[in-house]
């Protein structure tokens, strides 16, 4: 074979010399790919002396060539006796059997420059080729294999499993489960792995390194779900693996997530409509399943990705998603290029998520069924999203704990939204309180000119909007015409939302105290009752109307006869009583909490003076045991704050 085989001593010139080579390989979308190679000198290497043009490498150009003190990958170079090469165009690896055969190495260099070594001396450039024979294959190498033996099917499971090297020393880890597609039945254990980034893109350091979980990457030796919508045993023993894992490694049992492709997403579903309630959510990538089965499923969470040139999954999907509307899920579909940027993506999946449904289906143009996975998995928000899902996180918890009177739990309330870095009551401030697992917040209601309710606090533009003039002055045309500010006074591309826009995002998601005059309440009611938000509207006054409405109560301790009016305020049974008082050593303080524990949460306002005494967001950074520590041994278990975050930071510690 022409070239060299690297294992000892290649080069040597003054001395020093090359003395190994080692490729490094990178899962991507389409499949593993040879990326980088490594080079090992006897001293370290003067980077000041490395070109694009020192090395070359069989059929890739030089992206980039850098020095490292191990060889391993790097974002800055490092003083070492490691060079790494980057590839431009990341590499088909050679046949597995030709490199287990070592007839040829996964990578060909040819130094075609000397190399300078630091200190002095030199490394000549060479005619020879320098094939690499060894491979580091990038998070691929950090999955254990191992076998599950159901007992219920008889069946040995092979599957692959990474564990963060922490686990067990912090909370409880989520898991994600990856299911490959058909063209990956087989004996190849590791195929899952390298069937494209379904499964790795969670077990990047990148991703372990904000998101710690488990990955399990089984692998199937025959089809687990076909066309005719039958399949086998190893759905079973697959959902008998996740039990057995939850077990063993003591996971976070409301954060499983299943994801799948082509066979692995209708094998999937299958298992979310046996068990409807052993995943949190769903990433679905090209595949469909029966749809006169998927009913249940019609409250999950799932994101469906598809091509839309796969004409079979696209004719799959809209019969699934005419039975979850008949079974009023919120789905929402949207048309995505296959090729954009990064910050086209991000805003693609923003407004997706926005749109407020629990279903979502991405129709990626251009794509056929295998186009839309090597796609899926680096879509940085689409895996955000899924991480942000929990089982149990749901309307009807978030009640419980409101209406839990003597419950201790403290409850946040963000004021408009966590509007920091947004504008204040746009449904991205809102939509950044249900990130940040927020259970409530607090809009401002106005009338338009038109009759039509916005949510906005102030009663001209100016402040808030590109415009000017009054909201009641203003047609809801109008004011969507107007571009929103955020907190720093840049405009935005957010819009006045309108309270059914609000509600209608909020429903199963977070709580929605509405702040508003009492002449808008029978309106306000009609809208909530109108999109079905009763489960989270929290009215700004009792209403006369049947259902099980939701009220609160505002009581100003400062006022005459106040306890009086918080004896008359618990005769209508508010779900919550915000006291108010501007000085901290109100006499009544006290008294008015005793009385109202047990009868409905108490809440504080600390998000200016005056409202719950010297109590004031703005002081957090000085000390916040001082502001929300010192109230919540008054008895408060609601906060309406602006510093959502902080507050959670604060009750963490």
Same mark, same amino acid.
């Given at each position: 074979?022409a070239?060299?085989?690297?294992s000892?001593?290649?080069?040597?010139?003054?001395?020093?010399?090359l003395k190994?080579a080692?490729?490094?390989?990178?899962?991507?979308?389409?499949?593993l790919?040879l990326?980088t190679v490594?080079?090992?000198?006897?001293?370290?290497?003067?980077?000041?002396?490395?070109?694009? &043009?020192?090395?070359?490498?069989?059929?890739s150009?030089?992206a980039r060539?850098?020095?490292?003190?191990?060889?391993?990958?790097?974002?800055?170079?490092?003083? $070492?006796?490691?060079?790494?090469?980057a590839? &431009?165009?990341?590499?088909?690896?050679?046949?597995?059997?030709?490199?287990?055969?070592?007839?040829?190495?996964?990578?060909a260099?040819?130094?075609?420059?000397?190399?300078?070594?630091?200190? $002095?001396?030199k490394?000549?450039?060479?005619r020879?080729?320098?094939?690499t024979?060894?491979?580091q294959?990038?998070v691929?190498?950090?999955?254990q294999q191992?076998?599950?033996?159901?007992?219920?099917?008889?069946?040995?499971?092979?599957?692959?499993?990474?564990v963060?090297?922490?686990?067990?020393?912090?909370?409880r880890?989520p898991?994600?489960?990856?299911?490959?597609?058909?063209?990956?039945?087989g004996?190849?254990l590791k195929?899952p792995?390298?069937?494209?980034?379904?499964a790795t893109?969670?077990?990047?350091?990148?991703?372990q390194?904000?998101?710690?979980?488990?990955?399990?990457a089984?692998?199937?030796?025959?089809?687990t779900?076909?066309a005719?919508?039958?399949?086998?045993d190893?759905?079973?023993?697959?959902?008998s693996?996740v039990?057995?894992?939850?077990?063993r490694?003591?996971?976070d049992?409301?954060?499983?997530?299943?994801v799948?492709q082509?066979?692995g997403?209708?094998?999937?579903y299958a298992?979310m409509?046996r068990?409807?309630?052993l995943?949190?959510?769903?990433l679905?990538?090209?595949?469909?399943?029966d749809?006169?089965?998927?009913?249940?499923l019609?409250?999950?969470?799932?994101?469906?990705?598809s091509?839309k040139d796969?004409?079979?999954?696209m004719a799959g999907v809209? &019969?699934?998603?005419?039975v979850?509307?008949?079974?009023d899920?919120?789905?929402?579909e949207?048309?995505?290029?296959?090729?954009?940027?990064?910050?086209?993506?991000?805003?693609?999946?923003?407004?997706?998520?926005?749109?407020?449904?629990?279903i979502?289906?991405?129709r990626?143009?251009?794509a056929g069924e295998?186009?839309?996975?090597?796609?899926a998995?680096?879509?940085?928000?689409?895996?955000?999203?899924?991480?942000?899902q929990r089982?149990?996180?749901?309307?009807?918890?978030?009640?419980t704990?409101l209406l839990?009177v003597?419950?201790?739990?403290?409850?946040?309330?963000?004021?408009r939204?966590?509007w920091?870095?947004t504008s204040?009551?746009?449904?991205?401030?809102?939509? &950044?309180?249900v990130?940040?697992?927020?259970?409530?917040?607090?809009?401002?209601?106005r009338?338009?000119?038109?009759?039509?309710?916005?949510?906005?606090s102030?009663?001209s533009?100016e402040r808030?909007?590109?415009?000017?003039?009054?909201?009641?002055?203003?047609?809801?045309?109008?004011?969507?015409?107007?571009?929103?500010?955020?907190?720093?006074?840049?405009?935005?591309?957010?819009?006045?939302?309108?309270?059914r826009?609000v509600?209608n995002?909020?429903?199963?998601?977070?709580l929605?105290?509405?702040?508003?005059?009492?002449g808008?309440?029978?309106?306000?009611r009609?809208?909530a009752a109108?999109?079905g938000a009763?489960?989270v509207a929290i009215?700004?006054?009792v209403?006369r109307?049947?259902?099980?409405?939701?009220?609160?109560?505002?009581?100003?301790?400062?006022?005459?006869?106040?306890?009086?009016?918080?004896r008359q305020a618990?005769?209508?049974?508010?779900v919550?009583v915000?006291?108010?008082f501007?000085k901290?050593?109100?006499?009544?303080?006290?008294?008015?909490?005793?009385?109202?524990r047990?009868?409905?949460?108490v809440c504080?306002?600390?998000?200016?003076? $005056?409202?719950?005494?010297?109590?004031?967001d703005a002081d957090?950074?000085?000390?916040?045991?001082?502001?929300?520590?010192?109230l919540i041994?008054?008895?408060?278990?609601?906060?309406?704050?602006n510093r959502?975050e902080?507050l959670m930071?604060?009750?963490?510690?």
């Amino acid at each position: 074979m022409a070239g060299l085989l690297v294992s000892a001593t290649l080069l040597n010139a003054a001395n020093h010399t090359l003395k190994w080579a080692k490729a490094i390989t990178e899962v991507l979308g389409d499949g593993l790919r040879l990326t980088t190679v490594a080079l090992e000198y006897d001293a370290p290497i003067d980077s000041a002396s490395l070109t694009l &043009k020192t090395y070359s490498v069989r059929g890739s150009e030089v992206a980039r060539v850098y020095t490292n003190d191990r060889p391993e990958k790097s974002a800055v170079s490092k003083r $070492g006796r490691y060079v790494l090469i980057a590839l &431009k165009s990341p590499m088909t690896l050679p046949s597995k059997r030709l490199l287990a055969a070592k007839a040829v190495g996964a990578a060909a260099v040819v130094q075609k420059a000397k190399v300078k070594v630091l200190g $002095g001396g030199k490394v000549k450039a060479s005619r020879d080729t320098i094939y690499t024979l060894e491979t580091q294959n990038l998070v691929v190498d950090d999955f254990q294999q191992q076998t599950y033996k159901d007992r219920s099917t008889g069946l040995g499971l092979r599957y692959n499993l990474f564990v963060p090297r922490n686990a067990g020393q912090g909370g409880r880890l989520p898991l994600v489960l990856f299911l490959h597609d058909v063209a990956g039945v087989g004996k190849d254990l590791k195929n899952p792995l390298t069937q494209g980034n379904g499964a790795t893109a969670w077990a990047t350091a990148e991703w372990q390194a904000e998101h710690p979980c488990i990955v399990v990457a089984p692998q199937f030796d025959r089809v687990t779900a076909d066309a005719t919508y039958h399949y086998g045993d190893e759905i079973r023993a697959c959902m008998s693996l996740v039990d057995f894992l939850k077990k063993r490694y003591q996971l976070d049992a409301d954060r499983l997530y299943v994801v799948g492709q082509g066979m692995g997403c209708m094998s999937a579903y299958a298992m979310m409509v046996r068990r409807p309630d052993l995943f949190a959510s769903a990433l679905l990538v090209s595949g469909h399943w029966d749809a006169r089965k998927l009913g249940p499923l019609a409250k999950k969470n799932l994101w469906l990705v598809s091509g839309k040139d796969d004409t079979k999954t696209m004719a799959g999907v809209a &019969k699934a998603i005419e039975v979850w509307n008949e079974h009023d899920a919120m789905v929402s579909e949207m048309d995505w290029p296959l090729q954009v940027s990064a910050a086209q993506r991000a805003d693609e999946v923003h407004e997706m998520i926005l749109q407020g449904s629990n279903i979502k289906h991405t129709r990626l143009v251009g794509a056929g069924e295998r186009a839309a996975w090597r796609v899926a998995y680096d879509i940085r928000g689409i895996r955000e999203w899924l991480f942000n899902q929990r089982l149990s996180k749901n309307i009807d918890e978030l009640r419980t704990h409101l209406l839990n009177v003597t419950g201790k739990e403290i409850m946040l309330n963000a004021h408009r939204g966590n509007w920091h870095g947004t504008s204040e009551n746009s449904l991205n401030a809102i939509f &950044k309180s249900v990130e940040k697992g927020v259970q409530m917040v607090s809009v401002d209601v106005r009338k338009t000119k038109d009759g039509q309710l916005v949510c906005f606090s102030d009663k001209s533009l100016e402040r808030l909007t590109t415009g000017k003039g009054l909201v009641a002055h203003k047609t809801l045309a109008e004011l969507k015409a107007l571009k929103m500010k955020d907190d720093r006074k840049q405009t935005t591309k957010w819009t006045v939302p309108t309270l059914r826009e609000v509600l209608n995002y909020a429903k199963g998601r977070i709580l929605v105290d509405i702040d508003a005059p009492s002449g808008l309440l029978d309106d306000i009611r009609d809208v909530a009752a109108e999109t079905g938000a009763q489960s989270v509207a929290i009215l700004p006054g009792v209403v006369r109307a049947e259902g099980n409405w939701m009220h609160k109560a505002v009581v100003d301790l400062d006022a005459p006869r106040a306890i009086l009016r918080v004896r008359q305020a618990l005769k209508s049974w508010p779900v919550m009583v915000e006291l108010r008082f501007s000085k901290d050593n109100n006499s009544l303080l006290k008294h008015a909490v005793s009385l109202v524990r047990g009868h409905a949460r108490v809440c504080f306002n600390t998000t200016e003076a $005056g409202l719950a005494g010297k109590h004031v967001d703005a002081d957090v950074s000085g000390n916040a045991d001082l502001v929300w520590g010192d109230l919540i041994r008054q008895g408060g278990t609601v906060f309406k704050t602006n510093r959502p975050e902080q507050l959670m930071e604060y009750l963490r510690k």
